[in-house]
């Protein structure tokens, strides 16, 4: 039940959620690779995870770099695709569909092309963990795209899991976190809406990558869980 000595690779890894994941996994022991499509993060990611860790810059939408990334990678214990674009919250009627596509096609297509390409250089006992969130269990209003990624991806999960088998497939769905992806927020409104958010939630607070990267490194180790998506949201399903 430990990651020591395996190889993960963490696409979207140098920031966020994903970067907390792979400052866990290096801690138990394992090999990370991270690939985003700055290469300013990815340098400033290599700095912080030091001796060991390799990145690579990698645009998640483009079909032949994710093969070619792939190709290159060679074997790997484990697969985290945490990559996406900032949250697009908006009302439908305003809604621009052109960016709506755009953010499925880091989200959910990048994910998919990148399992489509990783999944054969998996090693037996590996898995592949992907990013939902709980807007797809508990939408609101404005969330329309957002809530459609996150039902596909809970989908997605799943189908993998049978498809690719014994290679196992999950899916973290994390509530509110503190992340980068709330960045397109004014600064008033991203302090305000986790202020709120820590109010309603039974913990009393919202959370931070380390408290969602934990389910991710649990997914990994856990050699009897697939098909599985784990809600990582501070109780904010229930309330």
Same mark, same amino acid.
């Given at each position: 039940?430990?990651?020591?000595?395996?190889?993960?690779?963490?696409?979207?890894?140098?920031?966020?959620?994903?970067?907390?994941?792979?400052?866990?996994?290096?801690?138990?022991?394992?090999?990370?690779?991270?690939? =985003?499509?700055?290469?300013?993060?990815?340098?400033?990611?290599?700095?912080?995870?030091?001796?060991?860790?390799?990145?690579?810059?990698?645009?998640?939408?483009?079909?032949?770099?994710?093969?070619?990334?792939?190709?290159?990678?060679?074997?790997?214990?484990?697969?985290?695709?945490?990559?996406?674009?900032?949250?697009?919250?908006?009302?439908?009627?305003?809604?621009?569909?052109?960016?709506?596509?755009?953010?499925?096609?880091?989200?959910?297509?990048?994910?998919?092309?990148?399992?489509?390409?990783?999944?054969?250089?998996?090693?037996?006992?590996?898995?592949?963990?992907?990013?939902?969130?709980?807007?797809?269990?508990?939408?609101?209003?404005?969330?329309?795209?957002?809530?459609?990624?996150?039902?596909?991806?809970?989908?997605?999960?799943?189908?993998?899991?049978?498809?690719?088998?014994?290679?196992?497939?999950?899916?973290?769905?994390?509530?509110?976190?503190?992340?980068?992806?709330?960045?397109?927020?004014?600064?008033?409104?991203?302090?305000?809406?986790?202020? =709120?958010?820590?109010?309603?939630?039974?913990?009393?607070?919202?959370?931070?990558?380390?408290?969602?990267?934990?389910?991710?490194?649990?997914?990994?180790?856990?050699?009897?869980?697939?098909?599985?998506?784990?809600?990582?949201?501070?109780?904010?399903?229930?309330?």
């Amino acid at each position: 039940m430990s990651l020591q000595g395996q190889r993960i690779v963490v696409i979207g890894g140098t920031s966020g959620i994903g970067l907390a994941v792979a400052e866990g996994a290096a801690r138990e022991g394992a090999g990370v690779v991270v690939a =985003s499509r700055r290469q300013e993060s990815v340098d400033a990611a290599l700095k912080l995870l030091g001796d060991g860790a390799e990145g690579q810059l990698l645009d998640a939408t483009d079909e032949d770099a994710v093969r070619g990334f792939f190709t290159g990678a060679g074997a790997f214990d484990h697969l985290v695709y945490t990559a996406g674009e900032s949250l697009l919250l908006e009302p439908l009627a305003r809604a621009d569909v052109v960016r709506a596509r755009q953010f499925m096609d880091t989200r959910l297509w990048g994910a998919y092309t990148a399992v489509k390409y990783g999944a054969g250089s998996i090693r037996p006992g590996g898995s592949v963990v992907l990013t939902t969130g709980t807007a797809g269990r508990r939408p609101m209003p404005g969330s329309s795209a957002a809530s459609a990624l996150c039902g596909a991806m809970e989908s997605l999960a799943r189908a993998l899991a049978v498809e690719l088998a014994p290679v196992r497939v999950n899916a973290v769905s994390p509530g509110v976190v503190r992340t980068e992806l709330w960045r397109e927020l004014p600064e008033a409104d991203r302090e305000c809406l986790f202020r =709120s958010s820590a109010e309603s939630l039974p913990v009393g607070r919202v959370g931070e990558p380390a408290d969602v990267a934990e389910a991710y490194l649990y997914l990994m180790r856990g050699g009897y869980s697939t098909g599985s998506v784990v809600v990582v949201d501070g109780g904010g399903t229930l309330v």
